[in-house]
């Protein structure tokens, strides 16, 4: 174990704190209310409509968690640098990152244009004809998007390591916007269904990765990419992004599969339960706001802590921001679990698909208080101080025991269907949580920092 320091000066004001979370949180609340917009306005093309795009974006998230992983596996590396006082070699590993999320999300782009429809068909077997037909457009447009996502996601990750998060809250909101009026434009007024919603969307990340492009070269910031198109490569910074990024991608990857087979078993039980799935996951995205925004922070706060060998301070910090984030999932939860009937009104599905999605809104509700946070963001805790294998077995164990295979007995032993698997997920939430927090106290996540 590597000696830790000592300090009894805090590496984080709340001041400091708060001008890292609060952007970050917006961000995520400004992408969940543009969401339902854009859920909204697909509705009005018909429930094929919806259930398509449900479908490829149950797909399309599997994709996105490779770039997530190496992100976090980046953000972990110059976090911990930066800690260090080694700003040089987090500028390093940033650059190198982006190169290896253009790559990777070229090659997603290239395998999604070619094999679109038997993909859909390896996960979902046989689609009603007009959800098909839906889902392969809407695959093809949005898989274009990715090698542009995939270099947004790893500047966003760079800046949020500087605790600069007001940069990715602003290109964030500009490619909101860009979706949201590309949405009403090419849906809403020329008609064009889910073809518009996926022009739209890829449009906003060429925008947003434009943009987070021209701010990640400027020289004056803390870590900044130098000579933006002279390829360098160096293997200790690399593989150090690979120690985190490799167990976090299988996690994620997972995890998603897992999703995919569950989402597979709501599609036998017909359209208007695709749509009251599709519904209702988009309405409780709005209960994770908080707890993903602090748990992105968990990143920078908890990796610059262990790259100083400050632990105690890394575990108050973990703490803290915790219970802050539980305390205002638990507000969002309880206003959300009466205001539900309300906002399932907006949305133009079945009056069977609506019912279904307020019972399973409401149940999300009461389970987020109290364990959504130590299920996802005690985790990232976790990973930012290196303990990479740890949280990956728990979540691929937890994942395959409770969330597929539990979701097998109650969707069709039990008859609860879409319920059923949704009892199962919040089963998964249970045992994370159990295995996280006791890992946490254990203290074995010390002395694993990787640089």
């Not at 919806?50 to 596996?73: E, M, P, Q």
């Not at 976090?248 to 897992?258: A, I, P």
């Not at 039990?414 to 949704?422: A, C, N, R, T």
């Amino acid at each position: 174990m590597k000696k830790e320091l000592s300090s009894s000066a805090p590496m984080f004001t709340g001041a400091q704190l708060r001008k890292l979370i609060i952007p970050l949180i917006l961000e995520q609340l400004l992408a969940v209310t543009i969401g339902m917009a854009d859920t909204m306005m697909v509705a009005g093309c018909g429930e094929a409509a919806v259930s398509g795009i449900s479908v490829v974006d149950s797909i399309n998230v599997l994709f996105i968690t490779v770039f997530s992983a190496l992100a976090t596996g980046g953000a972990v590396i110059c976090s911990q640098y930066l800690g260090k006082k080694d700003p040089s070699s987090a500028s390093r590993a940033a650059k190198q990152l982006l190169y290896v999320c253009a790559a990777i999300g070229g090659i997603f782009a290239i395998v999604i244009a070619l094999l679109r429809v038997p993909i859909l068909r390896l996960v979902y077997g046989s689609l009603e004809a007009d959800v098909m037909a839906n889902g392969a457009t809407y695959f093809l447009i949005t898989g274009f998007s990715l090698p542009f996502f995939a270099v947004y996601s790893a500047c966003a990750a760079v800046f949020r390591t500087m605790g600069n998060s007001r940069i990715s809250l602003f290109t964030s909101t500009i490619m909101n916007l860009v979706n949201v009026g590309g949405n009403a434009i090419m849906i809403v007024g020329l008609g064009m269904g889910v073809a518009g919603a996926g022009t739209a969307t890829l449009l906003a990340r060429v925008v947003g990765c434009v943009i987070m492009v021209i701010l990640v070269v400027n020289p004056s910031q803390e870590i900044y990419v130098n000579h933006l198109f002279r390829p360098t490569f160096s293997w200790s910074v690399f593989s150090s992004i690979l120690k985190v990024a490799v167990p976090s991608g299988l996690e994620n990857g997972m995890f998603q599969v897992g999703k995919l087979l569950t989402q597979g078993i709501i599609t036998t039980f017909g359209t208007a339960a695709i749509s009251a799935n599709a519904v209702a996951g988009t309405i409780c995205n709005v209960i994770y706001i908080c707890g993903s925004g602090v748990s992105l922070s968990m990143i920078t706060v908890v990796g610059r802590c262990v790259g100083a060998r400050e632990y105690d301070q890394a575990k108050r910090y973990t703490l803290k921001l915790i219970g802050s984030a539980a305390l205002m999932t638990t507000c969002v939860s309880m206003s959300l679990f009466f205001a539900a009937p309300f906002i399932l009104s907006f949305f133009a599905i079945s009056p069977e698909a609506s019912a279904e999605a307020i019972v399973l809104i409401q149940v999300a509700c009461v389970v987020a208080c109290f364990f959504h946070e130590s299920s996802f963001v005690m985790p990232n805790s976790l990973r930012a101080s290196g303990d990479v294998r740890f949280t990956m077995t728990v979540s691929v164990v937890s994942m395959w025991t409770m969330r597929v295979l539990l979701s097998y007995v109650l969707a069709y032993a039990f008859d609860l269907g879409v319920l059923g698997v949704w009892l199962a997920m919040f089963s998964d939430w249970v045992l994370r949580s159990a295995l996280f927090l006791w890992r946490f106290f254990s203290g074995k996540w010390r002395g694993k920092a990787l640089v």
